[in-house]
């Protein structure tokens, strides 16, 4: 089936660290892929999508690279800051429905 | 402009009571989404309308969970003979959903209703 794998949590990290978490899809066609990131108290945003093979998404610092080959969607920022702290979420899409399939959720924790 | 709201923000019930719980999408979407979300997981799908028509209800764990959105605006998910194990966040979203094929429609959240069963 279809399903999304992102590292498990708390990540706790100082600020200015260079951040990966990493996501990993197992997906029948060609899905697009998505980063959505919950701030305390508040509902799930979305930070960046990836719609087909070596796009790169990109908002607020943060990138990620969807490769097909190794079926992963890494997020990345190289210069974290207390503000950044989350949770994270990895999510998919297939073509012709909406539905979004979405990992576990990963904490993020920033100390200053 | 406002964006997906839901309401209550939290319920608390006994078992055994239905429950109403509220999403108000963004104004002019076409597609709305419902997603159940436990304590420490990602949300998982529940049921999709387009419009006024509920399109994918595969999500719904059990006959007691109904979802209605009678004019395609509001929507109301239902659930009935409320057990423990359906205390979680459930959350709407909305999207524009109006091209076939758009694969990476965004879909906008609310801030879900947090549904406490005693």
């Known amino acids: 089936g279809n399903s999304v794998t992102q590292m498990e949590g708390p990540v706790t990290l100082s600020e200015e660290a260079f951040l990966t978490i990493n996501c990993t899809y197992t997906?029948?066609?060609?899905?697009?892929l998505f980063w959505y990131v919950q701030y305390p108290g508040e509902g799930l945003q979305l930070l960046l999508k990836a719609t087909k093979a070596d796009d790169k998404g990109s908002n607020k610092g943060f990138e990620a690279t969807y490769r097909k080959e190794t079926t992963s969607f890494h997020l990345e920022k190289g210069s974290v800051q207390v503000s950044d702290s989350a949770v994270y979420f990895c999510a998919l899409t297939l073509g012709g429905n909406y539905q979004l399939i979405w990992g576990a959720g990963t904490k993020l924790i920033i100390k200053p | 402009g406002a964006g997906v709201s839901q309401s209550p923000r939290y319920k608390v019930a006994k078992r055994g009571q239905d429950v109403a719980l509220r999403c108000d999408p963004i104004s002019g979407h076409v597609s709305l989404f419902w997603y159940q979300q436990a304590l420490g997981q990602g949300p998982e799908f529940l049921t999709y309308?387009?419009?006024?028509?509920?399109?994918?209800k595969s999500g719904l764990p059990s006959d007691r969970f109904f979802a209605e959105r009678p004019e395609g605006s509001v929507s109301t998910l239902k659930i009935q003979r409320t057990q423990q194990e359906d205390s979680a966040v459930y959350l709407c979203?909305?999207?524009?959903?109006?091209?076939?094929?758009?694969?990476?429609?965004?879909?906008?959240f609310g801030p879900g209703t947090r549904l406490t069963v005693l």
């Open positions: 997906a029948t066609g060609y899905p697009s």
């Open positions: 309308f387009q419009n006024e028509a509920q399109l994918d």
């Open positions: 979203a909305s999207s524009h959903g109006q091209t076939a094929g758009l694969v990476s429609n965004e879909q906008f």
